[in-house]
């Protein structure tokens, strides 16, 4: 996607020494555009914990680069097996709800093996991480070649009028490589000249819609309108939203999906008044060993400053400012889950489907077993 004309990937080797991985460091956004450069494994572990990236594909392609990080490092000890095996399970730990980042570093695992010295297996890591990374932008790009059509019969439907999207948290290019997964088939529809309108979610506790999806959605010329978490309900009883598409971080084979807290919400709200309500994610977020997602999703629990603090620009300067009293206890669930049944479809980079196993398993028969 483009910033003011440039177009960005959020995750990329660096040209000048492949052994350094650039970011954009999320925190910054969207006051300042800052890139940071990770140059160990601890770099790596340190940037997805604090949510320098975020998203269940970024962190999972992020995890990726870390692995080939992690191969450089492995051949600088007595044991490059051990060594990397321990960098795995580092990496795993990092962010335990989405499903993307164990998927990645299990796959480099697997690639790694294949290499019989240090430098053969540096060398395939490498690749493999950028091969992740232009699958995730493939599957995006797909995801939205697919999902568009969904936004393109509402709009004949209204006879060309504007469609309202709503969506929650930031599904976009910034949390995966490129396009995004609930943001794809909006920017699909506004590049065949298709009305669109986007009530954007603020996503508290750390406003990931307020301060990533808007600043996207804003350079890419996208109509939108920032709201209150609160506020999808009422939009909904009155008819101010067509359809509701949101990401995920997990979703099981029978369709429960995990994302960020107060998209159960949506989704019931959705429900009541009739809207349909889409999960747009790759096949690298879904999880084939489980099905009740409410059982056996585990939700991450971050720090209770997150709640407690909000963050922002105050004369021209990035500060917190404490919202609750100082005593106050909080707790900060990052996830929710919604159960399949809540679900319209799940707009995947093969076409969309229903969200039940048959439906799912119909797309990707491989996992039949």
């Not at 910054?28 to 998203?55: C, F, N, S, Y």
């Not at 349909?276 to 084939?288: E, H, I, K, Q, R």
Request: hydrophobic content about 40%; aromatic content about 6%.
């Amino acid at each position: 996607m483009k910033v003011k004309g440039k177009h960005y990937r959020t995750i990329w080797l660096d040209e000048a020494n492949d052994r350094e991985i650039c970011i954009i460091d999320q925190r910054k956004l969207p006051h300042q555009l800052e890139i940071e450069k990770l140059k160990t494994v601890e770099a790596v572990v340190t940037a997805i914990k604090a949510m320098h990236v975020r998203g269940a594909g970024l962190i999972g392609v992020a995890a990726a680069y870390g692995m080939y990080l992690a191969a450089t490092e492995a051949s600088r000890e007595n044991n490059f097996q051990n060594s990397l095996k321990l960098f795995a399970k580092i990496l795993k730990a990092s962010r335990p709800t989405a499903v993307n980042l164990e998927w990645a570093v299990d796959r480099q695992l697997k690639e790694i093996s294949k290499g019989k010295t240090a430098e053969e297996k540096i060398k395939i890591a490498k690749q493999t991480a950028i091969r992740i990374a232009d699958e995730d932008a493939g599957h995006c790009r797909n995801i939205g070649l697919h999902g568009f059509q969904l936004i393109e019969k509402i709009s004949k439907r209204k006879k060309g009028k504007t469609v309202n999207i709503l969506t929650h948290c930031n599904a976009g290019w910034l949390a995966f490589v490129d396009h995004g997964t609930a943001t794809a088939p909006i920017y699909e529809a506004v590049a065949r000249g298709i009305k669109v309108h986007v009530w954007v979610d603020e996503t508290r506790p750390r406003n990931q819609g307020a301060s990533l999806t808007a600043w996207e959605l804003l350079n890419h010329g996208v109509p939108h309108t920032v709201i209150a978490d609160n506020t999808g309900g009422h939009l909904m009883q009155h008819g101010l939203v067509d359809m509701v598409i949101t990401g995920a971080d997990r979703v099981t084979r029978s369709g429960d999906v995990a994302n960020k807290i107060g998209t159960y919400l949506k989704a019931l709200a959705a429900k009541e008044n009739h809207i349909p309500f889409y999960v747009a994610l790759p096949s690298s977020t879904f999880d084939w060993k489980i099905k009740n997602g409410v059982k056996e999703i585990r939700i991450e629990e971050r720090d209770a400053d997150e709640v407690k603090y909000i963050q922002g620009l105050c004369d021209g300067e990035i500060k917190k400012v404490l919202l609750t009293p100082a005593g106050s206890p909080a707790v900060n669930y990052g996830f929710d889950v919604t159960p399949a049944r809540l679900i319209t479809g799940l707009i995947t980079e093969r076409g969309i489907c229903k969200a039940d196993e048959r439906s799912i398993l119909n797309l990707f028969p491989e996992k039949k077993k």
